[in-house]
Structures are given as C-alpha cells and as structure tokens.
Nanobody, 120 residues
Framework: QVQLVESGGGLAQPGGSLRLSCVLR????????MGWFRQAPGRQRELVAQVLNGRTKNYAVAVRGRFTISRENLNNTVYLQMNSLKPEDTATYYC??????????????WGQGTQVTVSS
C-alpha cells in the first residue's frame, strides 16, 4: 500500500535548476529515512542525498554546495533542489525510503524514477 511518487525531472541547461519531489503515500505514522540515488549508463549507482531521522542531511561530494534536500516530516515528502546543474548530473533519479534509523532493515521502497537531462 506504501508508494513513492516522484516528479520534477526534465531538461535543463547547464547552470540551470530543477526541483525533484517525492511523496510517500500510504503511511503517515512512521518517520522514514528518505533520499535519492541516481543511475547513469555505464556508471555505478550513486547516493545523491538523504535525510536521516527526519533531520540529518547527507550529500554526495559531487553535488555538495549545489543540491539541497529538504523534508516535510508530517507528510513524508522530500524535495531535491538542484542548482548549478552540470551535464554530469544527467541520470535517472530514484527516490527511496526506509526505516533503518528505527532499527528496521527489512522495509524499503523505491520510486519509479525520474529522468534529469542537463544539456545545452
């Protein structure tokens, strides 16, 4: 019954901005750790950003200073504001949610993925 719904991907020019959204639907009682991975052809999957315990934020070195993750805790909704975009940011971005910070390592969910393309 729990679903993650992503939106906000698209085409941006270098130096531009996009804002990704991820809404967890079906459970508004537990506080999920949430964030984004990205996957580009020929490259390893990379953790881009995450929010742990509803407050602690971590970023990949490659996006630090350019991307900002935020969380609306009451609605288990996260946003990824992506500024100063570079062509190497081009990838499919996947939202995820889990309960590891609550001691549950068996529960995890994935969004459907949203394509981000940075090109002039």
């Amino acid at each position: 019954q729990v679903q993650l719904v992503e939106s906000g991907g698209g085409l941006a020019q270098p130096g531009g901005s996009l804002r990704l959204s991820c809404v967890l639907r079906g459970d508004n009682e537990r506080t999920y750790d949430m964030g984004w991975f990205r996957q580009a052809p020929g490259r390893q999957r990379e953790l881009v950003a995450q929010v742990l315990n509803g407050r602690t934020k971590n970023y990949a070195v490659a996006v630090r200073g350019r991307f900002t993750i935020s969380r609306e805790n009451l609605n288990n909704t996260v946003y990824l504001q992506m500024n100063s975009l570079k062509p190497e940011d081009t990838a499919t971005y996947y939202c995820y949610a889990d309960l590891r910070s609550q001691g549950d390592w068996s529960t995890n969910y994935w969004g459907q993925g949203t394509q981000v393309t940075v090109s002039s």
